[in-house]
């Protein structure tokens, strides 16, 4: 059993997800990590603890910049929805527009 079967199967976790700064914050710790080994000449998997933890440094990093980010997304957006509220007049409500409405008169050539 391979594919979308099999998957459908496995259990889903929800604090197993990570997130793109999480991988790539904690990627770029342990490739740091490994290229700080490399700098003073000591083979790839020597001090494997220290590989463990830059990149548990890196997962909680990508973390906090992560809800950095959330936090002025979100300050973002309720400055934009205060002002909205504040100045109705600026903002009409719209009708939605109709599919007919958006097509224009086609006249075949021959």
Known sequence: MYGPEFTKKLPYVEGLKISLYQGSVGAAMLF???LHNFHTK???SALLVKHFAAAAVG???G???EKLVEDRRN???RVIEDYIALHP???PVAEPK???DLL????PVR
């Open 32 to 34: 740091a990590s490994i």
């Open 42 to 44: 000591r083979p790839p």
């Open 59 to 61: 997962y909680f990093g």
């Open 63 to 65: 973390t906090q910049v």
């Open 75 to 77: 300050l973002r957006v």
């Open 89 to 91: 007049e600026d903002f």
């Open 98 to 100: 109709k599919y007919k």
């Open 104 to 107: 224009l008169k086609w006249y």
